[in-house]
Nanobody, 121 residues
Framework: QVQLVESGGGLVQAGGSLRLSCAAS????????MGWYRQAPGKQRELVAT???????NYADSVKGRFTISRDNAKNTVYLQMNSLKPEDTAVYYC???????????????WGQGTQVTVSS
């Protein structure tokens, strides 16, 4: 069984930084893309950033230049370094990964439980 476990959320003042981590565990054959999404109260879940197994990254316009996504393939872990945080970044942040488990040997979409990020003004 595959799991994604996030950590690193919390409360920070505007202009501050936080680093989120998400570790995949279980019977994993291969991890393809990994990414972060967020959902603010009353809003739809939105893409924040993604990173493919080869390192190619993609960012939402709202976070470009402030957030950096990275991954450690040896640890099956993806990170999101968030700098210059703004109150509008306040949301629950979810880790997402396209994972091929050992059984069955086909890709599937996995989500973490979410971690709260609150930015005060």
């Amino acid at each position: 069984q595959v799991q994604l476990v996030e950590s690193g959320g919390g409360l920070v003042q505007a202009g501050g930084s936080l680093r989120l981590s998400c570790a995949a565990s279980g019977s994993i054959f291969r991890i393809n893309a990994m990414g972060w999404y967020r959902q603010a109260p009353g809003k739809q879940r939105e893409l924040v950033a993604t990173i493919h197994s080869g390192g190619m990254t993609n960012y939402a316009d709202s976070v470009k230049g402030r957030f950096t996504i990275s991954r450690d393939n040896a640890k099956n872990t993806v990170y999101l370094q968030m700098n210059s945080l703004k109150p509008e970044d306040t949301a629950v942040y979810y880790c997402n990964a396209d994972i091929v488990p050992l059984v069955p040997r086909r890709p599937d979409d996995y989500w973490g439980q979410g971690t709260q990020v609150t930015v005060s003004s």
